[in-house]
């Protein structure tokens, strides 16, 4: 049962308090746009073995929604960071390249 | 014989005795016994039968370990199945019987497998039971069941409490053995908050049996100045009959405390689930003996060498009066020596090395024990109970050199330690060839949040078996973890510890090395689920040979004891087997918990009332005592009729519904969803939010809405109505509220942040009530203050003001068709004025209805229900609701899916009405029978129901389903399957079957 601090509120909340929401920095598609560029954001998601960038709700606390970076495989976390931002934040990615360098997720490297 | 021997045993209290009944036998025990010292004291061998062959089964372990001492504890309320004997204390009046068998323990009809075993080997189920396949359902599933499962599930209700603790802790140790008290001396002196748990009744583990010496003093009494020191220390707690049952991601753990298993007649709940945060975890679990692999090696008599030591120095019992000890290292020779200062006689020890050297031996030599090396057992001799071994020369095939007659075997293969904790969450394990292990590998530990490992091992766990390598080990954990949490007190030194010098094992997994096939296959694995050698050989020859394929064929593993004692040997035999190194073929998965925990401890307080949270609405407690039959509609329950006196649920339906459609219906809808969305961005919000165009509504109208998500597949539907420039309130479904509010937030968080709009759910802050029928404003006039009438308060517009004395926010909707308002007053307010609606409206035949009426009202209507009409693979084009999809919008969630090749096909599945020609009611989610089969052989369909009602208006039956085409297909004729394997002929119809037009609601 992991614990993310949530970056709203500071609190270090149980999985039980929070709400897995899926993959982060998903690029939204409407009207308009190609067939595989609507699939890939409908249904195309990143399933990697390390490291992996989420969306959490803390469901049971403040209700806000926040991002997560950490590894998969070994459940180590590299930081929890706003919702609001299109890429995670530079101290976070320089966390994750310290401990797994050459790291790559989507177009985030 | 088994038998109490005078003035032994250090953990039983000879002037306290306790009578217990075993299979209604009334015997005799002492305080501070086992369930299974107890019946070893009272001669009682035999414990249970096995899980397949029947075969008859004595006590093998002293432990948690313990595969065959199951029994049933307990009767009525109390009782429960698959109890181990080994860890269960005796108490005055206990009552136990054994498992498995028909019809008595000693008597046993199903052992007659035991005779057919050569027909039952592995996979012999998966191979049998294949053909003809008829068979499965009819023949083999229902004996199969009948014969399967230890033990009986209890049929009374339990009446124990039960509760959790949560407990955040800096380091949590799990054993409270000489390295767990080392640790938690260590830890506790620096400073750190610790939780020191130990699953017996007592501290100290092997060691005070096997009295080496730490710092100068016995181990029993470092042991007990060591607790003292501990309990004086305020930042450590320590807990006995806590077991540490598992451990999980980020520190998390779980641990099983049995506070009055032991003393049931005490108060307080009987079992505690704790549950641990712990910065660190260090695992002092200590190890485990393994059997040795030689024929009929399951016959009672036939024990652990650590448990005969237990019996004979913990509960002064001897197993036997004579004992054979067959080992392949030195410790076992603690057992022999134990026995024979107990005045027992030890007729050999049978060591299947060739070379032995070390101070136990030659203590053993000194006290006159014969010793034979390089030999090992050919078979063990006796049915129901041990009378002799055939020894043979361990490098041969079994040719037996000499019979020694004896009534117990004390077995001895080596230690494992026990890893399960530190695996649990992903630590690894290192093949020890030297001692013939497996031990944690320090450097592959579980790793926690900070990417660092949270668990250290430490002890016997560790593969250290010697004392002064134990003790070491633990202290040197315990001030690992503290620092690791952060506490750096200086604290004392290092407990010293002194051992007899022992040589080095000699790894044994079969006996003798060459057996032949009919003595391997008497050679037990696992005793509980009847694996022999012979099963998991043939596993590996048919193809079974990743360790995880071959445990699900032969059961290796499997039972409730999961391989404790049988998982080491069984992987040792599969390499051996493949030709293969063991650490190449490697372990089963390890998972929590590490012994089996009450199910009653994992729901803890959370039952009856307490289970989960009811919601209750301000006219609940008038429903319930007027009548309400109650269904659940998400943590709500609603009332699904008022029954009057004399009246079943279906006459009190077609009742509110008549009175409804020609008097006077009252609904308490103070379940639905109100979302206030407010802000200078909230009209444009909404416009992405529903399908229709919000922000158009002008201020004091409602506009229906319908919500999709991202798919295209409606989610959600209801009345939005705007309170003023910048706010609006949306209404969702009863079950959609709080989902709909996080999807809403999940937008504006995420996607819009830069949107300026706040949303609330004030769900709980109104009570909103439904006025429905043709007296509806005769009854709000009645009850005087604002204007009601259809002028000012046209159909789908909305005003505050006051009814009679209340605060009032009107809404004129309706989801009857009738002339409708809801009314929304504040929750404080919604009793009272649910009894003045009452009260007012008694002159107009006034009846509250419940949600079965209001289901077949709006279906009488043609409007759809969210879950019954949509189930997530619905859209809005299917219910012919293109009118509400705006067309002026460039965007809004769903729109984009709508246009996907499958969503823009015309030919889909559609809403219609259907009428069956006969007018009964078609069943719910039939399907209409189309021609042909598809490529599975499975007729094909057209349409099926979902919303199937008998209508008291229309006195008969109506339905709405989704049909192929079916706007297109009116007057047609179609059939659908019923349960009972008939078919229904229903014409296809306008799915509006009252009041088409709309004048009713509109007046």
Redo the contacts between chains.
């Keep these: 049962?992991?614990?993310l601090r949530c970056p709203y509120c500071g609190v270090d909340a149980?999985?039980t308090d929070l709400h897995g929401?899926g993959q982060a920095h998903l690029k939204?598609?409407?009207?308009?746009?190609s067939?595989e560029d609507?699939e890939d954001?409908?249904f195309m998601r990143e399933n990697p073995k390390g490291v992996h960038f989420e969306?959490w709700?803390h469901?049971y606390g403040c209700?806000?929604?926040f991002h997560a970076a950490r590894?998969t495989n070994?459940?180590?976390?590299f930081g929890t960071y706003s919702?609001?931002t299109l890429e995670p934040p530079q101290d976070i990615k320089d966390k994750i390249s310290d401990?797994r360098p050459g790291w790559s997720w989507g177009t985030f490297k | 014989m088994s038998t109490r021997l005078a003035n032994q045993g250090r953990l039983i209290n000879t002037d306290k005795a306790v009578s217990f009944t075993f299979n209604g036998r009334h015997l005799r025990g002492f305080e501070g016994d086992t369930l299974a010292s107890a019946l070893l004291a009272n001669d009682q061998m035999l414990v249970g039968r096995s899980f397949k062959y029947h075969r008859p089964r004595g006590v093998v372990a002293s432990g948690a370990e313990e595969p065959n001492g199951l029994v049933n504890l307990g009767k009525g309320a109390t009782f429960e199945p698959n109890q181990r004997v080994t860890t269960t204390e005796v108490f005055e009046g206990l009552t136990a019987t054994s498992q498995n068998h028909w019809p008595s323990l000693e008597f046993d009809v199903g052992a007659i497998n035991t005779h057919l075993s050569r027909f039952l080997p592995a996979g012999f189920y998966y191979k049998m039971f294949m053909y003809p396949r008829s068979f499965w359902k009819h023949v083999y599933e229902p004996i199969i069941r009948k014969s399967a499962g230890l033990g009986k599930a209890p049929k009374d209700r339990d009446q124990d409490t039960y509760e959790h603790f949560h407990a955040h802790v800096d380091v949590l140790i799990v054993g409270g053995g000489i390295a767990g008290l080392a640790a938690a001396l260590a830890a506790g002196e620096r400073g750190a908050r610790v939780l020191l748990i130990e699953q017996t009744a007592h501290w100290g583990g092997r060691a005070v049996v096997d009295t080496p010496e730490i710092d100068g003093m016995p181990a029993q009494e470092w042991v007990n100045t060591t607790v003292q020191a501990l309990e004086s220390m305020k930042n450590v707690d320590l807990r006995l009959r806590c077991m540490g049952a598992g451990v999980y991601d980020h520190g998390y753990a779980l641990a099983y405390e049995r506070l009055t298993d032991h003393q049931p007649d005490a108060d307080g709940p009987r079992h505690r689930l704790w549950r641990v945060r712990a910065t660190q975890i260090v695992t002092a679990t200590g190890a485990i003996e393994r059997p040795l692999s030689f024929a009929a090696n399951d016959l009672p008599g036939v024990l652990l060498a650590s448990a005969v030591r237990d019996y004979v120095v913990n509960f002064g019992v001897s197993v036997g009066d004579r004992t054979v000890v067959v080992t392949n290292n030195d410790d076992a020779y603690r057992t022999a020596i134990a026995l024979k200062k107990a005045g027992l006689d030890v007729p050999a020890i049978v060591d299947a090395r060739s070379e032995v050297e070390g101070d136990l031996i030659d203590q053993a030599r000194a006290l006159g024990i014969r010793i034979e090396l390089g030999k090992g057992i050919a078979k063990v001799k006796g049915g129901k109970r041990v009378t002799g071994v055939a020894l043979c020369s361990q490098a041969g095939q079994g040719a037996v050199l000499e019979e020694i007659e004896c009534d117990c075997v004390a077995m001895s293969g080596g230690w494992s330690p026990v890893v399960h904790l530190w695996s649990h969450c992903g630590g690894k394990l290192n093949w020890d060839a030297d001692q013939a292990m497996f031990r944690p590998d320090p450097e592959r530990a579980p790793t926690g949040a900070d990417g660092e490992g949270f668990v250290i091992t430490a002890g016997t766990a560790n593969g250290h078996l010697f004392t002064a390598e134990a003790v070491s080990d633990g202290w040197a954990a315990g001030r690992a973890a503290a620092k690791a949490a952060g506490h750096n007190k200086r604290g004392g030194q290092a407990p010293m510890g002194l051992d007899a010098a022992e040589g080095p094992i000699s790894p044994v997994w079969l006996m003798p090395q060459g057996a032949s096939h009919a003595l391997r296959s008497k050679a037990w694995l696992d005793f509980q689920n009847d694996v022999k050698v012979s099963d998991v050989q043939l596993a590996a020859q048919e193809g079974f040979e990743s360790v995880e394929h071959a445990k699900r064929y032969t059961t290796l593993g499997m039972a409730t004891d999961q391989g404790k004692l049988s998982n080491i040997n069984g992987l040792a035999i599969l390499s051996q087997s493949l030709s293969a190194d063991i650490p190449n073929v490697g372990t089963t998965t390890f998972r929590p918990p590490y012994t089996p925990i009450s199910m009653a401890s994992i729901a803890g307080v959370a039952r009856d009332a307490l289970f989960q949270p009811i919601r209750k609405t301000p006219v609940s407690d008038w429903a319930n005592a007027n009548g309400a039959d109650n269904e659940p509609v998400g943590q709500w329950r609603r009332p699904y009729a008022y029954l009057r006196p004399g009246e079943d649920v279906h006459q009190a339906v077609n009742r509110e519904v008549k009175n409804a459609r020609d008097n006077l219906g009252l609904l308490d809808a103070s379940t639905l969803g109100k979302l206030i969305v407010k802000g200078p961005d909230a009209g444009r919000f909404l416009d992405m939010m529903y399908t229709n165009m919000m922000s158009t509504l002008p201020v004091g109208k409602c506009r229906y809405g319908l919500m999709c998500t991202e798919n295209g597949f409606l989610m959600d539907d209801g009345v939005v109505a705007r309170m003023s420039e910048d706010t609006w309130l949306c209404h969702t479904t009863t079950g959609g509220a709080e989902r709909i509010h996080g999807h809403m937030e999940d937008w504006l968080q995420c996607e819009w942040w830069d949107w300026n709009v706040y949303v609330a759910n004030v769900t709980e802050q109104y009570a909103q009530i439904a006025v429905v029928g043709p007296n509806a404003r005769k009854v709000l006039r009645k009850l005087g203050g604002m204007d009601v009438s259809a002028e000012a308060l046209p159909f789908m517009q909305w005003a505050d003001g006051k009814i009679g004395e209340f605060d009032a926010r009107v809404f004129r909707i309706s989801f009857s068709g009738e002339l409708s308002y809801e009314i929304a007053v504040p929750a404080g307010q919604g009793a009272a004025f649910w009894d003045a609606l009452l009260e007012a409206g008694a002159e107009f035949g006034v009846m509250p209805y419940g949600t079965e009426a209001l289901h077949i009202m709006r279906a009488e209507k043609g409007f759809i229900m969210i879950g019954d009409e949509t189930d997530g693979t619905v859209i809005p084009q299917d219910l012919n609701l293109q009118w509400a999809l705006s067309k002026k919008k460039e965007d809004y969630l769903g729109k984009r899916a709508h246009s996907r090749s499958h969503m823009a096909d015309p030919n889909r599945w559609k809403l219609v009405g259907l009428l069956t020609e006969d007018g009964s009611v078609l069943p719910d989610g039939a399907y209409a029978i189309a021609d042909g089969k598809n490529e599975n052989g499975q007729g094909n369909t057209q349409g099926r129901v979902t919303s199937t009602y008998y209508s008291p208006t229309l006195e008969k039956g109506i339905a709405m389903g989704l049909v192929h085409n079916g706007p297109d297909r009116m007057g047609e004729v179609i059939e659908f399957n019923k349960v009972d394997g008939g078919t229904l002929r229903a014409k296809i119809v306008d799915p509006v079957f009252y009041d088409k037009e709309g004048e009713k609601q509109n007046v």
Excluded at chain 1, 74 to 77: I, M, R
Aim: with cysteine; hydrophobic share 30%.
């Design positions: 049962m992991l614990t149980d999985e929401e939204r598609e409407g009207p308009g746009s067939d609507f954001y409908l969306r709700r469901a209700g806000k929604y590894c070994t459940l180590q976390v919702a609001q401990a």
